[in-house]
């Protein structure tokens, strides 16, 4: 079993592919057992977010994992091909270090990333397909994170996504403390921009969720109000900023709706923007003239602020991950020793064994105890280096000199001159 990491992101693909192979939460503990139940798959972890799908597994057929993955989604393997990275190995490893790092972000050094990574390992670990391999792996990755985000400025400066939509927001009302705004969805992300948006007290905050006790929950914490999703064709008109990231595999807001409400609005701007992986608003809904409509990718301009004043810790974070790629990368090569050093072990015992019975039988007949050590440290001996012995004897001229060289290093043996 080898390590192997695929998988697209922003940089790689756009956002109408990346959302064809998104997994919802809902939906990874089948996946992920579906992945190892049928492929040659000894251990799998799935990243999915808004801007990357991932997938780290333990497997000797990497192209059967990547099939699962085309086959699992019904996508055509053409239609992902372009756009695929495959990471094996050492790849891997340095893969998954500057990702928690943040290295690999939308939002350079941005922190979302390394508490999405570890959401995707507890999913592992709950669906069971976590071994040793993987959790080593990601054991260390989150240790690179820390030591990354405490030993650099990385972080300095960073744009969240949830940040750079309050501020677009800024660009087009002159003053958000006079808006509306309706927040859809209740996840991480959701919660993130109602802070930021919050901080800048507009006239009214609705949080609209298919659980009503989740958008209670969080409308609670920002004095808004509480809706389900049944209610959004009513309250729609009522929202002048609409900021949605839910989970449902299909759009929430379609033309029709947005249609109706803009009607309403007498043609009153509405401004939305849709953090979510599938989309939850159609394309359509852009050719509105009265809608602003960013997706997740629309915002990349934003999140840059700042960046200069973190390019220069970029080299150090990189320093960072290459010391600890090479210690996972011995940790793994003595991983991979442990069958032979364990059958080496077992064929040991198995010769002690053996000698310990005939050992023990001639003691049983009244042998001299002394003779009876004797030849059992004879016998034992001879069981050790009958095989070394005989690969000696019986190998040729060159593989003679390499097995001479080994021996000598194995046993500390000193060549005579």
């Known amino acids: 079993m080898q390590l192997f990491a695929f998988g697209i992101n922003h940089n790689t693909a756009p956002l109408n592919i990346r959302e064809q192979i998104a997994f919802p939460q809902d939906a990874m503990e089948h996946a992920l057992h579906d992945l190892v139940g049928h492929q040659a798959v000894k251990e799998a972890a799935i990243v999915s977010t808004c801007n990357r799908t991932e997938i780290y597994c333990s497997t000797d057929k990497p192209d059967a994992a990547i099939h699962w993955l085309t086959d699992f989604h019904h996508l055509p393997a053409r239609e992902l091909d372009p756009y695929l990275y495959k990471f094996p190995r050492e790849q891997a490893v340095k893969h998954a270090f500057r990702v928690a790092s943040g290295l690999d972000s939308m939002v350079l050094g941005e922190p979302q990333i390394l508490g999405q990574m570890k959401n995707a390992i507890k999913s592992a670990e709950s669906a069971g397909t976590l071994g040793l391999l993987l959790h080593k792996l990601f054991q260390r990755t989150f240790f690179v994170a820390k030591e990354v985000r405490t030993s650099t400025e990385i972080g ?55 659980t009503v006790e989740r958008a209670e929950s ?54 939305i923007v849709d953090l979510a992986v599938p989309r939850d608003v159609e394309p359509e809904v852009a050719e509105l003239d009265d809608v602003f409509l960013y997706y997740v990718d629309d915002l990349a301009d934003i999140v840059k602020e700042g960046l200069d004043s973190r390019l220069g810790a970029v080299a150090q974070a990189e320093t960072i991950i290459e010391t600890n790629v090479s210690d996972f990368m011995r940790w793994m090569a003595t991983r991979e020793l442990v069958p032979t050093i364990r059958a080496l072990r077992d064929q040991a015992d198995r010769f002690r064994r053996h000698e310990l019975v005939r050992a023990s039988k001639l003691l049983a007949k009244g042998e001299d105890p002394i003779k009876v050590l004797e030849s059992f440290s004879n016998g034992l001996t001879n069981k050790f280096l009958h095989l070394p012995s005989n690969a000696l004897n019986h190998a040729n001229d060159e593989e003679r000199d390499q097995l001479v060289d080994l021996i000598n290093r194995l046993y500390q043996l000193h060549r005579p001159q």
């Open 218 to 271: 969080l409308a609670k914490r920002f004095n808004g109000y509480p809706i389900s999703l049944s209610e959004l064709p009513e309250q729609l008109a009522l929202h002048d900023i609409v900021i949605t990231s839910t989970a449902s595999p299909l759009p929430i807001l379609g033309k029709g709706m947005l249609e109706r409400a803009i009607k309403l609005r007498k043609h009153r701007p509405i401004f």
């Open 156 to 210: 300095a400066c960073s744009v969240s996504m949830a940040a750079a939509a309050a501020r677009l927001a800024e660009r087009i009302f002159e003053e958000v403390s006079e808006q509306s705004i309706l927040f859809i969805g209740a996840g991480e992300m959701i919660e993130l921009c109602a802070s930021h948006f919050a901080a800048r007290s507009p006239k009214r905050i609705t949080v609209a969720n298919r």
